[in-house]
């Protein structure tokens, strides 16, 4: 690694937080409650909202209404985009255009203000994502995300340790952060998910009408 900055306080909001997220992304379409999440997670209340709010402020996750005092969260369409882009470019087809794949994140100058740590981290991860498959250097990030680079690094190496982002060394001295394989697995439910529902309209159609849809 070509940069080792001082060692800093972990990242343990962030940890936390995405372990939060994969319980909704492992969640089906209706979505999962934040009493469900707290009793799965362990993590108290105000953490569990905390991370929802985060997430969902910066379009990872949306909320729905069950009824007039409940609502449940899930994976929001912005993040099934970005996810389903990433894997047409990785399979060199055609990609969206990145302000239609991010669309709806806060607004540029909230984010930089904002101390939240989940949020820094989703705005440093969405940039790695709109790189090209080669990604993107440590200074690239430091300058476009505008935190310090000490905290840049530090939520990229998070990042790679909860296996989103990679590192790759390109000449001995600097790496370059690239996305890992991780994000395609939300696609690849996302479509899974999609073709079941599919073959259960066609059986059902079919022991109705006798015929195939």
């Not at 929001?76 to 990433?86: D, G, Q, V």
Request: glycine share 4%; with cysteine.
């Amino acid at each position: 690694m070509s940069y080792q900055p001082f060692k800093a306080k972990s990242t343990n909001t962030l940890v936390k937080a995405e372990a939060i997220f994969q319980l909704v992304a492992e969640q089906s379409e209706q979505g999962i409650t934040l009493k469900q999440l707290q009793k799965l997670s362990g993590q108290p209340r105000t953490t569990v909202h905390r991370a929802l709010m985060s997430f969902t402020a910066m379009n990872w996750l949306e909320q729905t209404a069950l009824d007039d005092r409940s609502v449940c969260w899930q994976v929001s369409p912005a993040l099934l985009r970005l996810a389903f882009n990433f894997r047409r470019k990785a399979l060199g087809g055609h990609t969206l255009n990145d302000q239609m794949v991010i669309e709806g994140v806060t607004a540029m100058h909230a984010i930089e203000q904002n101390k939240d740590v989940t949020i820094k981290a989703v705005r440093v991860f969405q940039l790695v994502a709109s790189a090209p498959l080669t990604g993107k250097t440590l200074d690239e990030l430091q300058y476009q995300s505008g935190y310090a680079r000490t905290t840049t690094y530090r939520l990229l190496c998070t990042w790679e340790r909860l296996g989103w982002l990679k590192s790759v060394e390109v000449d001995g001295r600097s790496d370059r952060w690239c996305m890992s394989e991780k994000l395609l697995a939300l696609a690849h439910q996302y479509q899974n998910q999609r073709l079941q529902m599919i073959h259960q309209i066609k059986e059902k159609y079919q022991s109705v009408a006798g015929e195939q849809l």
